[in-house]
């Protein structure tokens, strides 16, 4: 039950940051982005979404994951939540508020790779899932207007499907570590 929960909310994450992608590709903003019209709204809501989101698949994943990962998997999803929500009320109520939105966002990009990293070193669970994760933070990194959070959103999407495809992939904590002792 716990994995398909941490699948679903993976996929809602990267369905909410493709959703935001295509609405700031189909809507020209001549106010940029400062909750004067229904898309400035609607794009700063699915954006909150889309981080709250990201958070709450992260937090899941730390439940599952022990060490250094866990750690990261908890310092990205913070970092998630707080750009998500930080962005909405820089945009809707106070401009200086960008700074919270900024850190947030550079923790999630970087934690985000990290816990890729981690998992692409450790195996934790399964190599080439810590590279859908770097992959989604490079294409963050390389620029949010340039479609990189299309490829952030396809990479949790990707992550959250072979999460439910894969019988095998989120053990709990304790039996990990079993069966490392074992081998």
Known sequence: MRRTT?????????????????????????????CSTPADIASDAVFAAGGLAVA????????QLSGV???LAIAGAVA???????????????EPFWLPYV????????????????LLVTGALGRWRGLLLIAGAV????????????????AWVVFGL???????ALQAPAANEAGLAAS
């Open 6 to 34: 941490i699948a679903v909310t993976a996929i809602s994450a990267g369905a909410a940051w493709l959703i935001w992608e295509g609405i700031r590709l189909s809507w020209t903003d001549p106010a940029n982005s400062n």
């Open 56 to 63: 709450l698949a992260l937090f899941g994943l730390a439940t």
């Open 69 to 71: 990962p866990r750690w």
């Open 80 to 94: 998630a939540a707080t750009m998500g929500l930080a962005n909405g009320v820089e945009h809707c109520a106070y």
């Open 103 to 118: 850190f947030g966002a550079l923790g999630m990009v970087l934690s985000t790779a990290a816990l890729g990293l981690a």
């Open 139 to 154: 294409g963050l990194m390389l620029g949010p207007d340039r479609g990189g959070t299309a490829v952030f959103g396809a």
């Open 162 to 168: 072979t999460l439910l495809l894969d019988r095998q």
